[in-house]
């Protein structure tokens, strides 16, 4: 599979403030990936497909306005939580399909608005 | 849409036994089911897959079988250790070579106890 490197880590924000999360691809182009949302002991939960060059396709429910998602190559997508409000806390998740059917996630980013 | 139903949700077991982790599928088009294991705090890394021209694959102490009739497939971890103990995800996605979305089971907390 690939190898992904997402960052940050954790990061804590005030309310109403934007963050960025990135996801990168190391050693695959990827003309896709996918962002997903984990609350505590919850499954993952898909929130859009990152479209390199293109819209991202977002799923039913999904705020597009305010998870904003840029694919700009092929090894670089981010997702932006704009306006972030307390439950929008969450683990974020990135993927990043490899060579065949593998899929490689991120190691997760931990958001905490207060 | 897919749905993966996962069982059980916990699950506790003595060092040594196996585990079996069980899920099904609903969309029969789908035709890859990897799992993985998260631990906490970080993304899901995946441990084994099946391709549903398979009915069987085995490495080293972990297997997965697949019936493909009745939409179902199975983990199974033998000699289980402490090092084992973290949340296993099942997912199923129609694959055409990367890029097809995942569905995500959800989840079983496996408890290895000394």
């Known amino acids: 599979g690939a190898v992904v490197s997402q960052h940050p880590s954790r990061v804590i924000c005030k309310s109403g403030t934007s963050v960025k999360i990135e996801c990168r691809s190391l050693?695959?182009?990827?003309?896709?990936m996918f962002w997903y949302r984990q609350f505590p002991k919850q499954s993952l939960m898909l929130m859009a497909t990152?479209?390199?060059?293109?819209?991202?396709?977002?799923e039913q429910g999904v705020e597009k306005d305010k998870f904003l998602i840029n694919h700009a190559s092929l090894t670089l997508s981010t997702l932006t939580v704009t306006s972030a409000h307390p439950e929008d806390s969450s683990f974020y998740i990135c993927?990043?399909?490899?060579?065949?059917?593998?899929?490689?996630f991120g190691s997760g980013t931990r958001l905490t608005v207060v | 849409g897919e749905n993966v139903e996962q069982h059980p949700s916990t699950l506790s077991v003595q060092e040594g036994d196996s585990a079996v982790i069980k899920c099904t599928y609903s969309?029969?088009?789908?035709?890859?089911f990897p799992w993985y294991k998260q631990e906490l705090g970080k993304g899901p890394q995946l441990i084994i897959d099946?391709?549903?021209?398979?009915g069987e694959k085995k490495d080293q102490r972990i297997a997965v079988t697949l019936n493909k009739t009745a939409k179902h497939f199975s983990l199974h971890i033998t000699e289980t250790q402490p090092e084992d103990s973290a949340v296993y995800f099942c997912a199923a996605s129609i694959s055409t070579g990367g890029g097809n979305k995942l569905t995500f089971g959800t989840g079983t907390q496996l408890k290895v106890e000394l």
């Open positions: 099946i391709r549903s021209n398979v």
């Open positions: 050693d695959f182009q990827a003309t896709t």
């Open positions: 969309d029969s088009a789908s035709n890859y």
């Open positions: 993927s990043v399909p490899g060579r065949g059917d593998g899929y490689t």
């Open positions: 990152s479209n390199e060059g293109s819209k991202a396709t977002y």
